[in-house]
Structure formats: structure tokens, C-alpha cells
């Protein structure tokens, strides 16, 4: 189905301009996979984001059907899926500074990514912020009149987290390289995991003081 005949009477051109805008601005995302690749490097990045880009699609769908609205509608189911990413991102964050004395210079192969990319998605799918975004910008971009409402919501949705996943792996080529120009520095990359995780746990922080946002 082609965006015509999902809602032929919003400018598509200006949903994408505002997608991109959107993705380019540092947010919690961004930090926290270039977080990831400084601690654990390029692999342990990119695990991250495709685990957040998942992470992402599920309020997605959460928001095409509904459930986003009601955890958002509902002060004690925001506040425990808010609380539950915050300690998980704290828990993240003080296992990367644990770990921060031992420096391999690349991440510990298959397992190491695919822990990454698990922590990534639960990060991701535990933040109501994520949901509570979704849900204030795609329906400005709905067409009532077109039908298949939901069906707008995830195409959408799909899109921009497709937008948001590009500009990570932006900062992920970014944060490699800055990474590697410190390999040879053990004693440097040490402090740097350490920051690293301070700055997850610091995310975690941020997650749990986050107020639920104003509902109609």
C-alpha cells in the first residue's frame, strides 16, 4: 500500500522533513548508543541500535493498537514502566563501570552482540518517553477520512524509527573512530568505559525523574 492510498491528503514530503529533523537532534537514543560503542566498541554499538530499533517498533505497534494510550492514560502503569527502564539502565550502567577494567579491544564476539542487542531492546521498549513521543507527533500526520488509522500509525512509525536507526549509525562511525584512535591507551579506554557508564546510569536517572505527559 503506497503513501496515496494511506492518506492522500497530508504533504508526505512534510512528515519526512520533520522525521529527519527529528532523528539528527541528540536525544537519550543517540547518547546511549554511542555510550555503548565507546565502552564496548563498533559491534556492541551497532547490536545496540538494531536492539533499540526493535525496541522502538514495539510502541510502535503498541500505539497503532492502543496499549500506549491507556499505559499513558494510567499514572501507576507509566510509572512502573518508567521505573523498571530506569533501573535497568542504572543496573546497565553501573555493570559497564564493574566491567571497565577489563579492556578487550573489540567487543566478546557473538555473545557480546547478542547481549547488546537485548539490552538494547529492553532500554528501548521499557521507556514510556518513547511511547509518549509516538503518540505526539505521528497522529498529526493521520488521515481519519483514509480508514486503517492503525495501519497509518505503524507505517509511519516504521519510518521514522528507519530515520532514527541511520542517524545512530552515524554516531556509532563517529564514536568508533574515536574510540580506536584510543586502543593502544588502556589506562584512557579504562576511564572512558567508566564515563560511559556513569552517563547510562545517568540516563537512568533522567528516566526515573521523567513526569508523565498531560492527557486530554
Given at each position: 500500500?503506497?503513501?496515496?492510498?494511506?492518506?492522500?491528503?497530508?504533504?508526505?514530503?512534510?512528515?519526512?522533513?520533520?522525521?529527519?529533523?527529528?532523528?539528527?537532534?541528540?536525544?537519550?537514543?543517540?547518547?546511549?548508543?554511542?555510550?555503548?560503542?565507546?565502552?564496548?566498541?563498533?559491534?556492541?554499538?551497532?547490536?545496540?541500535?538494531?536492539g533499540t530499533a526493535?525496541?522502538?517498533?514495539?510502541?510502535?505497534?503498541?500505539?497503532?493498537?492502543?496499549?500506549?494510550?491507556?499505559?499513558?492514560?494510567?499514572?501507576?502503569?507509566?510509572?512502573?514502566?518508567?521505573?523498571?527502564?530506569?533501573?535497568?539502565?542504572i543496573w546497565l550502567?553501573?555493570?559497564?563501570?564493574?566491567?571497565?577494567?577489563?579492556?578487550?579491544?573489540?567487543?566478546?564476539?557473538?555473545?557480546?552482540?547478542?547481549?547488546?542487542?537485548?539490552?538494547?531492546?529492553?532500554?528501548?521498549?521499557?521507556?514510556?518517553?518513547?511511547?509518549?513521543?509516538?503518540?505526539?507527533?505521528?497522529?498529526?500526520?493521520?488521515?481519519?477520512?483514509?480508514?486503517?488509522?492503525?495501519?497509518?500509525?505503524?507505517?509511519?512509525?516504521?519510518?521514522?524509527?528507519?530515520?532514527?536507526?541511520?542517524?545512530?549509525?552515524?554516531?556509532?562511525?563517529?564514536?568508533?573512530?574515536?574510540?580506536?584512535?584510543?586502543?593502544?591507551?588502556?589506562?584512557?579506554?579504562?576511564?572512558?568505559?567508566?564515563?560511559?557508564?556513569?552517563?547510562?546510569?545517568?540516563?537512568?536517572?533522567?528516566?526515573?525523574?521523567?513526569?508523565?505527559?498531560?492527557?486530554?
Amino acid at each position: 500500500m503506497g503513501f496515496a492510498a494511506l492518506n492522500p491528503s497530508y504533504d508526505i514530503s512534510l512528515f519526512l522533513l520533520a522525521a529527519v529533523v527529528i532523528a539528527a537532534v541528540p536525544g537519550p537514543g543517540i547518547f546511549y548508543v554511542a555510550a555503548k560503542t565507546l565502552s564496548g566498541g563498533r559491534r556492541a554499538g551497532i547490536a545496540s541500535t538494531f536492539g533499540t530499533a526493535l525496541g522502538g517498533l514495539v510502541h510502535v505497534v503498541a500505539g497503532g493498537i492502543g496499549v500506549s494510550a491507556i499505559i499513558l492514560a494510567s499514572a501507576q502503569l507509566f510509572t512502573m514502566l518508567k521505573l523498571a527502564g530506569a533501573l535497568y539502565l542504572i543496573w546497565l550502567g553501573i555493570r559497564t563501570i564493574r566491567e571497565a577494567g577489563h579492556l578487550p579491544t573489540e567487543p566478546t564476539g557473538a555473545i557480546g552482540f547478542r547481549r547488546a542487542f537485548r539490552e538494547g531492546i529492553v532500554v528501548e521498549a521499557l521507556n514510556p518517553k518513547t511511547a509518549a513521543f509516538f503518540l505526539a507527533f505521528i497522529p498529526q500526520f493521520l488521515e481519519p477520512a483514509a480508514g486503517h488509522a492503525a495501519l497509518q500509525f505503524m507505517t509511519l512509525g516504521l519510518i521514522s524509527v528507519t530515520f532514527n536507526t541511520f542517524a545512530d549509525v552515524i554516531v556509532i562511525v563517529a564514536a568508533s573512530a574515536a574510540r580506536a584512535g584510543l586502543v593502544r591507551r588502556p589506562h584512557l579506554v579504562q576511564r572512558l568505559r567508566q564515563g560511559s557508564g556513569l552517563f547510562i546510569a545517568g540516563l537512568g536517572i533522567s528516566l526515573a525523574l521523567a513526569r508523565r505527559p498531560a492527557t486530554s
